[in-house]
């Protein structure tokens, strides 16, 4: 069962009146129901931009992208806007928690903003999450009282806390040391495992060979996939 269809992507930045460049290029891929998936390729290749494409955030210049049956061309803003909300879960580099929000209120915000479910259901997913990435301790703390590898859990809970049916991540371990890269691709293993599709984008190797497939992309093409063994890898 595919979830998301890219077909021909072409995005082209226009970066003033006569200078434009093209960050995409007829990228076609099509990633299935309940895989993991990675995006890998050198700086400035355009992982990011089709990361943001695919998710509905960036506007793409022509193709199509079908998302869980819908067409995201299609869409409104706010459709759009829903759609991300409650069924997309995204990690960055950096885990973009707010400051005034202790660490247990920064995952539920974007839950009680989405307004599907009972407090009482939203807190206690909040809770196994936390339960399960070992942070539940740090509930009350806030992000200062945290390292940085207990901050991507809690950006990990926050993005999963609306039962997204994938998890996107770009570059999710690029501030993270080896260690907590490690303990963070093992988390993200076994979020897969229980069923939800992951896709992220690194230049770590190491990062890319933790996942089921690697789709390499250099100057905004495609330039080839690697299927591995499901969370075989000793990388
Ligand atoms: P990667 O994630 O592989 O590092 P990006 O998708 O971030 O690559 O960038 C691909 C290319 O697109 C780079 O040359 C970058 O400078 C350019 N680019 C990215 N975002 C923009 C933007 N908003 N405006 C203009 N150019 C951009
Ligand atoms: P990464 O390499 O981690 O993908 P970048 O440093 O390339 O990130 O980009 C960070 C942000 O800057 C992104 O939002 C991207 O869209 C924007 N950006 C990148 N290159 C350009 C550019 N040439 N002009 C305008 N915005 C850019």
């Known amino acids: 069962n595919v979830i998301l269809e890219a077909k021909q992507l072409n995005k ?5 009146t006569n200078t434009s460049q093209q960050v995409l ?3 076609s891929l099509a990633i299935g129901e309940g895989e993991f998936v990675s995006v890998m ?22 193709g199509s992208i079908q998302f869980d049956g819908q067409d995201l061309a299609a869409m409104r803003e706010e459709e759009l806007a829903a759609l991300r909300l409650t069924k997309m879960g995204f990690i960055f580099q950096q885990s973009n928690l707010l400051k005034n929000l202790n660490l247990l209120d920064n995952i539920l915000l974007s839950a009680y903003v989405a307004k599907r479910e009972s407090r009482k259901t939203i807190n206690e997913r909040a809770q196994a999450l936390m339960d399960r990435l070992g942070i539940a301790s740090l ?36 501030a993270l ?21 992951i896709l992220l984008v690194t230049h770590d190797a190491k990062v890319a060979a933790k996942t ?12 080839g996939e690697h299927k591995l063994g499901k969370y075989d890898s000793d990388a």
């Not at 082209?12 to 003033?16: L, R």
């Open 12 to 16: 082209v930045y226009t970066t003033g």
């Open 25 to 27: 290029r007829d990228v």
């Open 41 to 62: 390729g050198p700086s400035g290749s355009g992982k990011s931009t089709l990361l943001y494409s695919i998710s509905g955030m960036d506007q793409i210049t022509s």
């Open 139 to 174: 509930a009350d703390h806030d992000i200062t009282q945290a390292s940085g590898g207990q901050l991507q859990r809690v950006a990990i809970c926050r993005a999963l806390i609306n039962n997204p049916s994938i998890l996107f991540g770009d570059e999710p371990t690029g």
């Open 177 to 197: 040391n080896s260690k907590a890269t490690g303990e963070v691709m093992d988390i993200l293993a076994d979020i897969n495992r229980s069923g939800t599709t």
């Open 212 to 223: 089921e497939r690697v789709i390499f992309m250099t100057d905004g093409m495609i330039a």
